[in-house]
Protein backbone atom coordinates (compact mmCIF):
# COMPACT_ATOMS: atom_id res chain seq x y z
CA UNK A 1 0.00 0.00 0.00
CA UNK A 2 1.44 3.28 -1.15
CA UNK A 3 2.05 5.93 1.73
CA UNK A 4 3.64 9.29 1.22
CA UNK A 5 4.63 11.54 3.83
CA UNK A 6 5.48 15.13 3.76
CA UNK A 7 7.12 17.45 5.82
CA UNK A 8 9.22 20.88 5.95
CA UNK A 9 6.16 23.08 6.40
CA UNK A 10 6.24 26.21 8.35
CA UNK A 11 5.51 29.88 8.59
CA UNK A 12 7.93 32.44 6.93
CA UNK A 13 8.05 35.92 5.97
CA UNK A 14 7.37 37.53 2.45
CA UNK A 15 10.57 36.46 0.16
CA UNK A 16 11.80 33.68 2.88
CA UNK A 17 12.62 30.54 1.40
CA UNK A 18 10.92 26.40 2.84
CA UNK A 19 12.39 23.32 1.63
CA UNK A 20 9.24 20.20 1.57
CA UNK A 21 10.13 16.78 1.37
CA UNK A 22 8.14 13.85 0.92
CA UNK A 23 9.39 10.29 1.63
CA UNK A 24 7.08 7.26 -0.24
CA UNK A 25 6.97 3.70 0.68
CA UNK A 26 5.12 0.78 -0.53
CA UNK A 27 5.38 1.67 -4.08
CA UNK A 28 7.61 0.95 -7.12
CA UNK A 29 8.36 4.97 -6.89
CA UNK A 30 10.18 4.93 -10.65
CA UNK A 31 6.82 4.33 -11.95
CA UNK A 32 5.33 7.44 -10.43
CA UNK A 33 4.47 10.85 -11.80
CA UNK A 34 5.48 13.12 -8.98
CA UNK A 35 4.04 16.15 -7.65
CA UNK A 36 2.57 18.96 -5.53
CA UNK A 37 -0.15 20.62 -5.26
CA UNK A 38 -1.67 22.89 -2.89
CA UNK A 39 -5.00 23.82 -1.57
CA UNK A 40 -6.58 26.77 0.15
CA UNK A 41 -7.64 25.66 3.61
CA UNK A 42 -10.30 28.09 3.93
CA UNK A 43 -11.71 27.24 0.40
CA UNK A 44 -12.43 23.49 0.38
CA UNK A 45 -14.82 23.72 -2.38
CA UNK A 46 -11.62 24.77 -4.34
CA UNK A 47 -9.64 21.92 -5.96
CA UNK A 48 -6.13 21.25 -5.14
CA UNK A 49 -3.66 23.42 -7.37
CA UNK A 50 -0.92 21.66 -9.29
CA UNK A 51 2.24 23.20 -8.10
CA UNK A 52 4.92 21.06 -9.47
CA UNK A 53 5.24 17.73 -11.10
CA UNK A 54 8.15 15.91 -12.26
CA UNK A 55 8.82 12.54 -14.34
CA UNK A 56 11.49 9.92 -13.71
CA UNK A 57 13.93 11.51 -16.17
CA UNK A 58 13.98 14.78 -13.98
CA UNK A 59 11.44 16.43 -17.25
CA UNK A 60 9.23 18.97 -14.42
CA UNK A 61 6.30 21.19 -14.90
CA UNK A 62 5.73 24.34 -13.01
CA UNK A 63 2.72 26.60 -12.80
CA UNK A 64 3.05 29.87 -14.11
CA UNK A 65 2.52 31.34 -10.72
CA UNK A 66 5.60 29.65 -9.22
CA UNK A 67 7.58 29.43 -12.33
CA UNK A 68 11.53 30.84 -11.09
CA UNK A 69 10.70 30.77 -7.49
CA UNK A 70 10.00 26.80 -6.77
CA UNK A 71 12.60 24.07 -7.75
CA UNK A 72 11.14 20.00 -7.66
CA UNK A 73 13.33 17.39 -7.60
CA UNK A 74 13.67 13.55 -6.95
CA UNK A 75 15.85 11.25 -5.66
CA UNK A 76 14.43 7.60 -7.14
CA UNK A 77 17.01 5.51 -4.79
CA UNK A 78 15.95 7.09 -1.62
CA UNK A 79 12.43 7.15 -3.34
CA UNK A 80 11.50 11.32 -2.25
CA UNK A 81 10.97 14.45 -3.63
CA UNK A 82 11.26 17.75 -3.12
CA UNK A 83 10.10 21.07 -3.54
CA UNK A 84 12.77 24.46 -2.87
CA UNK A 85 10.50 27.18 -2.69
CA UNK A 86 12.09 30.45 -2.88
CA UNK A 87 10.52 34.00 -2.68
CA UNK A 88 7.60 33.33 -1.01
CA UNK A 89 4.66 35.15 -1.28
CA UNK A 90 1.18 35.67 1.02
CA UNK A 91 -0.32 33.79 -1.94
CA UNK A 92 1.84 30.43 -1.59
CA UNK A 93 0.57 30.28 1.78
CA UNK A 94 -1.89 26.88 1.38
CA UNK A 95 -1.94 23.36 2.78
CA UNK A 96 1.18 21.22 0.33
CA UNK A 97 0.35 17.93 -1.00
CA UNK A 98 2.39 14.98 -2.01
CA UNK A 99 1.09 12.80 -4.99
CA UNK A 100 2.34 10.09 -6.53
CA UNK A 101 -0.04 9.54 -10.23
CA UNK A 102 0.33 6.69 -12.94
CA UNK A 103 -2.10 5.38 -14.89
CA UNK A 104 -5.22 3.96 -12.73
CA UNK A 105 -4.03 5.32 -9.98
CA UNK A 106 -3.60 8.08 -7.80
CA UNK A 107 -2.32 8.61 -3.76
CA UNK A 108 -1.72 11.03 -1.66
CA UNK A 109 -0.11 12.33 1.46
CA UNK A 110 -1.66 14.27 4.14
CA UNK A 111 -0.81 17.87 3.34
CA UNK A 112 1.98 19.97 5.15
CA UNK A 113 0.84 23.56 5.79
CA UNK A 114 3.02 26.74 4.71
CA UNK A 115 1.87 29.96 5.76
CA UNK A 116 3.94 33.34 4.48
CA UNK A 117 2.55 36.24 6.21
CA UNK A 118 4.38 39.69 8.05
Known amino acids: QAHLVESGGGSVQPGGSLRLSCATS????????MGWYRQDPENEREEREL??????????YYAESVKGRFTISRDNEKNMIFLQMNGLKPEDTGVYYC?????????WGLGTQVTVSS
Open 26 to 33: GMIFSSYI
Open 51 to 60: VADIITGGSA
Open 99 to 107: NGRRIGESH
